[in-house]
């Protein structure tokens, strides 16, 4: 059973940074992909970055810039957040997808509170 436990939300305000993790209970290069998401009170969850198993990353528009994924060598990755704004407040949440036999498996953490005041 795959885990994902992120870690370092909290209060901050805009302007400010916070640097997110989520720890794997596997090594991250068994996965295919490794994400963020948000998802704000009222709206659907969002595609926040992504990083693919090669090291290719991608960006939401709203973040490009701003926001950096990275991951270590063993069963972390990260998401530094700088120049936070009020519209950044969500929950985020660690995605990882593991493609097996054409079909993709999706493993979800359980949230971490990031707010931005203003």
């Known amino acids: 059973q795959v885990q994902l436990v992120e870690s370092g939300g909290g209060l901050v305000q805009a302007g400010g940074s916070l640097r997110l993790s989520c720890a794997a209970s596997?090594?991250?290069?068994?996965?295919?992909?490794m994400a963020w998401y948000r998802q704000a009170p009222g709206k659907q969850r969002e595609l926040v970055a992504a990083?693919?198993?090669?090291?290719?990353t991608n960006y939401a528009d709203s973040v490009k810039g701003r926001f950096t994924i990275s991951r270590d060598n063993a069963k972390n990755m990260y998401l530094q957040m700088n120049s936070l704004k009020p519209e950044d407040t969500a929950v985020y949440y660690c995605?990882?997808?593991?493609?097996?036999?054409?079909?993709?498996?999706?493993?979800w953490g359980q949230g971490t509170q990031v707010t931005v005041s203003s």
């Open positions: 995605n990882a997808v593991r493609f097996v036999l054409g079909a993709n498996s999706h493993y």
């Open positions: 596997e090594s991250i290069f068994s996965f295919n992909v």
């Open positions: 990083i693919a198993s090669g090291g290719s």
